[in-house]
């Protein structure tokens, strides 16, 4: 089944202490990248990748990092979480960057 | 630059009323347009998309067509269900800025009682 996998769903983490949030899809897409949504902002994206080792800011890059050493996956990285941080993530791949989106199913993420 | 205005939610109908949420955007060049819905506790699922003027999207009876004159990309149902129930997001694709980014609307939250 054509997916996109995240992990994990829901994570509950203290200011500071790093963490990654996983991302794999298994349909073979180039373009791939990271949302935050958040109430009354809706969906804003923070890093995309093009391809394998080609990665760029979005429009709300700070305080992440992500890398894309395989086709597979992409990984998001907080290295020093803050509250603001605190939201739901999705993960997204597409064919290329003007094709339709598939969405993985969220991670909650919540930093005190 | 880019962006997608959606009417505000939420909104609440009877089974078996019609629907129309509506979405315009801002956009140069040629943008593909997309309608996402969000079933609750989901992630977001593709529910028609339309890749140029006068396409027009259909998926389980919803309905939209890309109106360049007008940008704008409604979306229509005849007749709607308890089931589709959920949160609606318009979105544009196009190059330019963030090359890729998918640029959503705020959201309909849309509630059907029976």
């Known amino acids: 089944e054509a997916q996109v996998t995240q992990n994990p769903r829901y994570l509950i983490t203290v200011t500071g202490k790093k963490l990654t949030v996983t991302c794999s899809q298994n349909?073979?897409?180039?373009?791939m990248s990271w949302y935050r949504q958040d109430p009354g902002l809706g969906l804003r994206q923070i890093y995309y990748?093009?391809?394998?080792?080609?990665?760029d800011k979005g429009d709300v890059p700070e305080g992440y990092k992500v890398s894309r050493k395989e086709k597979r996956n992409f990984p998001l990285i907080l290295e020093s979480p803050s509250p603001n941080q605190t939201s739901l993530y999705f993960c997204?791949?597409?064919?290329?960057?003007?094709?339709?989106?598939?969405f993985g199913q969220g991670t909650r993420l919540t930093v005190v | 630059g880019n962006s997608v205005t959606q009417m505000e939610g939420p909104v609440t109908l009877s089974e078996e009323a019609f629907l129309t949420i509506n979405c315009t955007y801002t956009?140069?060049?040629?943008?593909?347009l997309f309608w996402y819905v969000q079933y609750p506790g989901e992630g977001l699922q593709l529910l028609l998309k339309?890749?140029?003027?006068?396409d027009k999207g259909s998926n389980k009876g919803f309905e939209a067509t890309y109106r360049k004159e007008t940008t704008s990309f409604h979306l229509e149902k005849g007749s709607v269900q308890v089931s589709d129930s959920a949160v609606y997001f318009c979105?544009?694709?196009?190059?330019?800025?963030?090359?890729?980014?998918?640029?959503f609307g705020k959201g309909t939250k849309l509630s059907v009682k029976p």
């Open positions: 997204a791949s597409s064919y290329t960057g003007d094709t339709e989106a598939f």
């Open positions: 349909m073979n897409h180039e373009y």
């Open positions: 990748s093009m391809n394998v080792e080609v990665t």
């Open positions: 956009a140069t060049g040629y943008p593909s």
């Open positions: 339309a890749t140029k003027a006068d």
């Open positions: 979105a544009l694709r196009g190059y330019g800025g963030s090359q890729g980014n998918l640029i």
